[in-house]
């Protein structure tokens, strides 16, 4: 009945879409009507779903936080005041959204979106506990920021997906060489970043995490993708949240770059611990079995 319902909504939506999208095609040079197919099949029903779901959380977090999202308007309507508008927010939000929305495997996004919510939160009340940082609302930590952590988990797992599609074929030799010269080095340079905390437990525990995941199994490819992708886009979030003051870290830098690769290596840690509940559930779904059988 539900799936009969969304088809009813959404068929006329998805044939829509098509038929701009042939149209849009028509327009396009043969060089880049390959790869632009490429991308438009990543884009299906499940697709309108997650617009619908992201519209329903952007909306949410618009009316319940609207006390800290709309600053004192000083500006006339008319003429839109176009260069006094910061339109580098919403274009990250623009982009991650579009990623989010492209080639949804539900069961590996839901669980890669959960672990990246849970993780968000542990790793903003180490840093704002501990001062690395605070936001203007100085809420330790602030809940309107949480929603933003899986929407990034997962605009990085789409991001890492095309990077492993450019990066050439490399053996496993010098995968584990780069593996070796991105991901160890980076746990050693964050934690000089975060040694003037290094006496309180939450960041002692933010250290052996890190360790956990150097430790754990790993695709040294995979992790590469992940770890450079995550670093891009978290330049853009670092560089427009430490830019207009709404969070600071203690350094004062804008943005602090291990900040910049931390977003990285934690969705390097998110993908481990999606792959985690993939065993925890393989393993309790066996169990179901062999207790019915």
Same mark, same amino acid.
Request: aromatic share 18%.
């Given at each position: 009945m539900a799936e009969a319902l969304l088809d009813r909504v959404y068929g006329p939506i998805g044939a829509v879409c098509e038929r701009a999208w042939e149209a849009v095609r028509g327009l396009l040079p043969r060089a880049v009507r390959g790869p632009a197919d490429v991308i438009a099949r990543g884009y299906d029903r499940k697709s309108l779903y997650a617009v619908s779901a992201l519209c329903v959380m952007y909306g949410f977090v618009a009316v319940v936080f609207s006390d800290l999202f709309i600053f004192q308007w000083d500006m006339p309507l008319w003429p839109v005041p176009w260069s006094r508008i910061d339109f580098l927010l919403p274009a990250i939000w623009w982009f991650m959204s579009v990623l989010l929305c492209w080639r949804i495997v539900p069961e590996r996004d839901l669980s890669r979106a959960f672990v990246g919510f849970v993780g968000g939160l542990l790793i903003e009340s180490w840093g704002t506990v501990t001062v690395l940082w605070h936001y203007?609302?100085?809420?330790?930590?602030?809940?309107?920021?949480? +929603?933003?952590?899986? &929407?990034? %988990?997962?605009?990085?797992?789409?991001? $890492? #997906?095309?990077?492993?599609?450019?990066?050439?074929?490399?053996?496993?030799?010098?995968?584990?060489?780069?593996?070796?010269?991105?991901?160890?080095?980076?746990?050693?340079?964050?934690?000089?970043?975060?040694?003037?905390?290094?006496?309180?437990?939450?960041?002692?525990?933010?250290?052996l995490g890190m360790l956990v995941v150097l430790a754990l199994p790993k695709d040294?490819?995979?992790?590469?993708?992940?770890?450079?992708?995550?670093?891009?886009?978290?330049?853009f979030?670092?560089?427009?949240?430490?830019?207009?003051?709404?969070?600071?870290?203690?350094?004062?830098?804008?943005? +602090?770059?291990?900040? &910049?690769? %931390?977003?990285?290596?934690?969705?390097? $840690? #998110?993908?481990?611990?999606?792959?985690?509940?993939k065993i925890v559930g393989a393993r309790l779904t066996a169990g179901n079995r062999v207790s019915n059988a």
């Open positions: 203007y609302t100085a809420e330790r930590p602030p809940i309107w920021i949480l +929603p933003a952590w899986p &929407v990034a %988990a997962l605009a990085i797992d789409r991001i $890492a #997906f095309f990077l492993d599609r450019a990066l050439p074929a490399l053996g496993g030799g010098s995968l584990r060489l780069l593996w070796w010269l991105s991901l160890p080095p980076f746990v050693a340079w964050m934690t000089a970043f975060v040694a003037p905390t290094g006496h309180d437990w939450a960041t002692q525990l933010a250290f040294h490819r995979e992790d590469l993708c992940i770890f450079w992708g995550g670093a891009m886009l978290g330049w979030l670092e560089y427009w949240g430490t830019s207009r003051h709404c969070w600071t870290y203690y350094t004062k830098e804008v943005p +602090p770059m291990q900040a &910049v690769f %931390a977003h990285g290596f934690a969705s390097v $840690a #998110f993908a481990r611990g999606a792959w985690g509940l």
